[in-house]
Each structure stands twice: as structure tokens, then as C-alpha cells.
């Protein structure tokens, strides 16, 4: 889980390679560095810390760079070995230097054997070891390209590298086995490899995701790929983008978070419109997709996913149920993967993840792909690997996201189950029944339903442009509890899986203690935390779940809890027992509420982050696509 750039052409490579680096942050950022060519001879930069250590290291070497015009950068979040400077790449073997990105699972053997020979590696990682390896092969005659596929095969485990040597300068040979790499042409004579598409951006939008297995190889002349078990050569056809390098800098927000929590709602209507084909009548007009078949003929779902993405299919499960009647289940993906699952016969697995490479979850769909279930993946990046080896896909359409927190990734990922779950409400002809318990509420119809999702993004917007006082709700509620205990998030039903992604939110980026608790849990053991020094963030919408999660709210108040309320704007009563209160608008629907309550959990803890003066973009110990299990 790092993040890889490469460069050869006629531009100043450096600089390409460190804005390369900063663009790829969010996948690693404890140590980073530089490799590249001078005057014929590799050089090495690099530094534990952010990249700024490593640009600092470059001030004052001008003329050692000025001529560099081929190199490899990376940026680390540690596996193996503590995030030093010795641990950092790129790693030099001789007249060969590397980066690497992933896991080399046999790497005790490796390194066992190459001491056997003499090799003396210097840093803690299993990454330097295969540097050795290509060094041994360069020195038992074969040339870089040859070097590196032999010495690949020794490796197990899935991971990407890139690798130079003194012995063919100008020349830049990256393989794809696992964690993921994209290719382009420089339009101005080159080649630009990196982990993502993101650095290669600025240059082109043509851009070539690897497939496993691939070497590619970049010079001044452009690109060639080759078979990396047979050295054969092959076809590579690129993909035209659309994200747009704006897209990709702050825009004159502070953080890439908050400009990300702004830009939610473009990202429901791109996403919405990605999904849908409008032109059609029909409420929840699905585009014809091979996606869309799999999910009408399937007999049950199982969502698996992680972190955010599993809070989003947890939700996709209350919808699915609710709208189609259909039986979901939603697993975490590294649970499910080491267990003995069963799944229905028919069952459709689906795997969501924003950045479409998270390993557990690539593994679950692997698996039940070979025990012969159909899948069908979610994901924000076009050409990840989720997109090519579920079955069928579908997208989001956030745009990419930086900041480590997911924020409209995880919107956009609600509002594609949201459809789903009112497609397949459609297509199953489900009754629009009153929710459980209250039978006297009025379910409107899909077409309503419909109607007022398209109104969602612009509901949002206004509930961050704060006329109604959401956002100064937030903001003060969390100056005045910037230094309490701990947080419990506490809702039920729709409201339930927001509480899980308030509590994750604030955890990740303020790295203050929060729970997010299914309000009628809390009696079943964590009451007995409660006390003056704990808030409660109790999530209490104008919905069917409402007075059951008030009366909750008592409980906690009883116990001596500061009491951050959400709930409509009119709940006098629920403003009333709170300490404070952050209003809602209301919805024709609740099933639509938790988008405005998402809006406000994510600025709570934005906030609060703040406050604490943490890295918002880049929390501690975090990266954002988690390529290892
Ligand atoms: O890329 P994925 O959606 O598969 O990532 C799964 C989690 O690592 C991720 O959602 C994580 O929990 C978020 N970055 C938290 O904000």
C-alpha cells in the first residue's frame, strides 16, 4: 500500500516524480524518496516523514538534478519495517534501485538466501530483497528487462514494482502482479508509470492500466509491454479519463476533506447520472447493464467490504430489504474470507470498494467466484481491480478522493444501493409497505421515492451552505467538546450504520476515542461507560425509529452524558434534552435522512480534528486504499 511514480522523457524528471508523489500521499506517507539519473549515475533521496523531507533534501542540489531526466519516486506506508529513512525506498543493490508496492510473502527465505550469498540488505524491508535478486541476474549476463521477470519469479505475494540499473540508463521497467499500475505515453516523447492514474494526469488523460502479470517498460521512444512469465510482447490499449487535474487539487479549501465533503453534491449527481438513463420515465431507470441483470436475478445478496464501504452496505441492506424484499447480508470481507461461509443458492455477491483494490475484499470476490457464485463490484476507480474481476460493475462517480477520510465516496456509494434497492423494488414488484412498527405511516410510492432523491444533492448543498445553521451547530458543539472523554454515536435503523461511520470518522481523524453503537445496545453493556465526561451523539430524525432512540437519549442524559442531538428542525422536544442541537431538515422520506445526517457527522469530526490540530488529509498510521490484508 504505497505509492509508485516513474518517469523517462524530456521533462524535467524530478519534478514530475515529486508532484507524482504528492498526488499518490493518500496511499502511504511515512517515509518517502527519489532515484535518478545524473550524469549517467544513480542517485538517492529519500527520508522518513512526508515528502516536504525529501524536497528539503533536494534544495541546494540543483545541478545534480538539473540534467535528470529519468527516475523512480515512492511514497511508504510501512509493512515491513519501521517507517526510517532506511526503510524508505527507492533501494539501491548495486547498480539497480527499485520501489515496490504490496507484500513479498516469502521474503525470510529470500533474505536467508542472498546473505548466504554475501548480500548484506541494509533495511528491515522485505522490498530491497528483490533488488538483490535483479542485481544477481544483471551480473550473471541477462539484461534489466530479463533480470527483472527471472527475478520475479521468485516472489510470492501480490505487489507491483518498478526497477532501474546503471547498466541501461534511460530506461524505467515496472511489473504488475497485484497491486495496481497505470501507464502512459508523455505526449512530449516518454513514458510516466504510477500506482494510480492521478500523477499521470497533468500530462495526458490516455492512460494504461495494467493487467497482472504485465512489465511494462518506458523510455524515451514511449512504452512497450511484455508478458511477464513468457517475455512475450503485447497489446496494451489505454483509456481516455475524465478527471480533470483540478479536480485533483484543493481549490482553495484548507483540506481535501473539507473541499470533498463540499463537493458531495456534484458527486450524487455525477454519480446518479452514471447510473441511471434518464431519458427513460420509469422512476429508477437503470441503465441496461450486464449489473443490472445480476442484480435482478439474484436470489439473495451478500455485500462484503471494509471500513466505510461496509458501513455503506449496511445500509444497502436496510434499503434492499425495505424496497425490494429481497434477503441481504453484509459481511466484512476479512471475517468472511477465513471463514466457512454459506451462501444460497443464486446468492450475488457483491464487493464495494472506493478504491477497488482493497485486498480482503478482492480476495472474498475471488473466492466465491471460483465456487461458482455470481459478482457484481461498486467502485469509484475506473480500471481498478475490483472493475475488472467482478463479473459485472458499477460506479461511482466521486471523482477522486485525497483526503484518506472517505467522505463522497461514501455518499456516492449510498446513493448507488439506494438505487438499486428502488430498481429492484420495481422490478420485484414489492408492496410499498408502512415500516415496522408504524403502521400508520404513509409510505409514498417509488415514483415519489424517486422524485425526491434527485433533490438530495441540492438538499445537502444547502445544509452545508448553512443557512439553516447546521454547520454553526456542528462547529460549536465541537468547540465546546474538544477536550471530553470519549464519543458514543447511537442511532437505530437507518440512522444506525451513520452512527458507525460518525464514530470511524472521528476516530480516524481526530484520534479521539468513539464508539458508534445501535441506540438499543447501549443498555446491553456500554451504559456502564457513561458518565459527565462522555457525549453522546445521538442521531434522532423525524423517522419510525425516532421515540425509541429519544427514549434512549434519557437513558444517557440520566447518567450525566453532554447530549449532542440531530433531529428535524421543528423536534422541539428532542432540542429541549439536548446540550446540543443540530438540526435537520426534513424529508418526505426517511430512507433519505441519513445523507443529511452523514453531511453533519463528517463535519463534526472535521471539526474536532481541527480543533485537535491534527493531519486532517492525512491521518496517522492510515492510507487510504489498503492493499494488504
Ligand atoms: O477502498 P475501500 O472502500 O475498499 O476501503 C475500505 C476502507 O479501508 C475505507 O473505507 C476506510 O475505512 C475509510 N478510508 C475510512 O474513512
Given at each position: ?170 530506461k524505467v521497467v515496472g511489473v504488475r502482479n497485484g497491486s495496481p499500475m497505470a501507464a502512459a505515453f508523455d505526449p512530449q516523447g516518454g513514458a510516466i508509470l504510477a500506482s494510480d492514474a492521478q500523477p499521470i494526469l ?254 438530495l444533492p441540492h438538499q445537502i448543498k444547502e445544509c452545508l451552505d448553512d443557512p439553516q445553521g447546521m454547520i454553526t451547530a456542528v462547529r460549536s458543539a465541537a468547540k465546546q467538546l474538544q477536550n471530553i472523554k470519549g ?143
Amino acid at each position: 500500500m504505497c505509492g509508485i511514480v516513474g518517469y523517462v522523457g524530456k521533462r524535467p524528471a524530478i519534478d514530475i516524480l515529486l508532484k507524482g508523489l504528492k498526488r499518490l500521499e493518500y496511499r502511504g506517507y511515512d517515509s518517502a524518496g527519489v532515484a535518478f539519473f545524473s550524469r549517467g549515475k544513480l542517485e538517492v533521496r529519500k527520508s522518513q516523514g512526508k515528502l516536504e523531507n525529501v524536497e528539503r533534501l533536494m534544495d541546494g542540489s540543483s545541478e545534480l538534478f538539473a540534467d535528470a531526466h529519468c527516475g523512480i519516486g515512492h511514497t511508504r506506508w510501512a509493512t515491513h519495517g519501521k517507517p526510517t529513512t532506511q526503510n524508505a525506498h527507492p533501494h539501491r543493490a548495486g547498480h539497480v534501485v527499485i520501489v515496490h508496492n504490496g507484500i513479498i510473502e516469502n521474503y525470510q527465505e529470500i533474505k536467508a538466501e542472498l546473505i548466504s550469498r554475501g548480500h548484506k540488505p541494509e533495511s528491515e524491508t522485505d522490498s530491497e530483497l528483490f533488488g538483490f535478486l535483479v542485481l544477481e541476474a544483471m551480473e550473471k549476463g541477462q539484461d534489466l528487462v530479463t533480470a527483472v521477470r527471472t527475478s520475479f519469479a521468485h516472489l510470492e505475494g501480490a505487489c507491483s514494482v518498478v526497477v532501474m540499473s546503471e547498466r541501461e540508463p534511460g530506461k524505467v521497467v515496472g511489473v504488475r502482479n497485484g497491486s495496481p499500475m497505470a501507464a502512459a505515453f508523455d505526449p512530449q516523447g516518454g513514458a510516466i508509470l504510477a500506482s494510480d492514474a492521478q500523477p499521470i494526469l497533468e500530462y495526458t488523460k490516455e492512460v494504461i492500466f495494467l493487467e497482472n502479470g504485465d512489465v511494462v517498460v518506458g523510455t524515451e521512444k514511449g512504452l512497450a509491454f511484455f508478458d511477464l512469465k513468457t517475455g512475450a510482447p503485447l497489446d496494451r490499449v489505454g483509456e481516455i479519463l475524465d478527471w480533470s487535474v483540478d479536480k485533483i487539487d484543493k481549490g482553495g479549501f484548507p483540506h481535501f476533506m473539507l473541499k470533498e465533503i463540499h463537493e458531495q453534491p456534484a458527486a450524487l449527481v455525477d454519480t446518479l447520472n452514471g447510473i441511471m438513463d434518464r431519458v427513460k420515465t420509469n422512476p429508477f431507470p437503470l441503465a441496461a447493464q450486464p449489473g443490472a441483470d445480476l442484480l435482478r436475478t439474484a436470489k439473495e445478496i451478500t455485500f462484503v467490504a471494509c471500513g466505510t464501504s461496509w458501513h455503506a452496505a449496511l445500509l444497502g441492506k436496510y434499503w434492499i430489504e425495505r424496497f425490494a424484499r429481497i434477503p441481504v447480508n453484509v459481511e466484512l470481507a476479512s471475517e468472511f474470507r477465513y471463514r466457512d461461509p454459506v451462501l444460497a443458492p443464486g446468492a450475488l455477491v457483491i464487493g464495494m470498494s472506493q478504491s477497488g483494490e482493497t485486498a480482503d475484499t478482492l480476495a472474498v470476490i475471488r473466492d466465491v467466484k471460483k465456487r461458482g457464485f455470481k459478482t457484481l463490484g461498486l467502485t469509484n476507480v475506473r480500471g481498478s481491480t475490483l472493475s475488472r474481476e467482478a463479473d459485472a460493475i458499477f460506479y461511482t462517480s466521486a471523482g477522486p478522493e485525497i483526503g484518506v477520510a472517505a467522505t463522497k465516496t461514501f455518499t456516492t456509494q449510498m446513493l448507488a444501493v439506494l438505487l438499486w434497492a428502488g430498481y429492484l423494488g420495481i422490478e420485484h414488484k414489492a408492496p410499498r409497505t408502512s415500516p415496522a412498527g408504524t403502521p400508520n405511516a404513509k409510505p409514498i410510492s417509488f415514483e415519489e421515492l424517486f422524485h425526491e432523491i434527485v433533490k438530495l444533492p441540492h438538499q445537502i448543498k444547502e445544509c452545508l451552505d448553512d443557512p439553516q445553521g447546521m454547520i454553526t451547530a456542528v462547529r460549536s458543539a465541537a468547540k465546546q467538546l474538544q477536550n471530553i472523554k470519549g464519543f458514543f454515536f447511537i442511532g437505530r435503523g437507518f440512522s444506525y450504520p451513520i452512527a458507525l461511520e460518525g464514530a470511524l470518522k472521528l476516530k480516524e481523524i481526530a484520534y479521539v476515542h468513539a464508539e458508534g453503537y445501535a441506540a438499543g445496545e447501549l443498555k446491553h453493556g456500554p451504559i456502564a461507560m457513561i458518565d459527565q465526561d462522555m457525549a453522546v451523539v445521538v442521531l434522532a430524525p423525524q423517522d419510525s425509529w425516532r421515540d425509541k432512540t429519544v427514549s434512549n437519549l434519557e437513558e444517557v442524559k440520566a447518567r450525566g452524558a453532554k447530549i449532542v442531538a440531530i433531529g428535524g428542525t421543528h423536534d422541539q422536544n428532542l432540542k429541549n434534552l439536548s446540550d446540543f442541537w443540530i438540526p435537520l431538515p426534513a424529508q418526505k422520506d426517511e430512507s433519505l435522512l441519513p445523507f443529511l445526517m452523514t453531511a453533519a457527522v463528517q463535519m463534526l469530526s472535521y471539526e474536532l480534528a481541527l480543533l485537535k490540530g491534527t493531519d486532517v488529509d492525512k491521518p496517522r498510521n492510515l492510507a487510504k486504499s489498503v492493499t494488504v490484508e
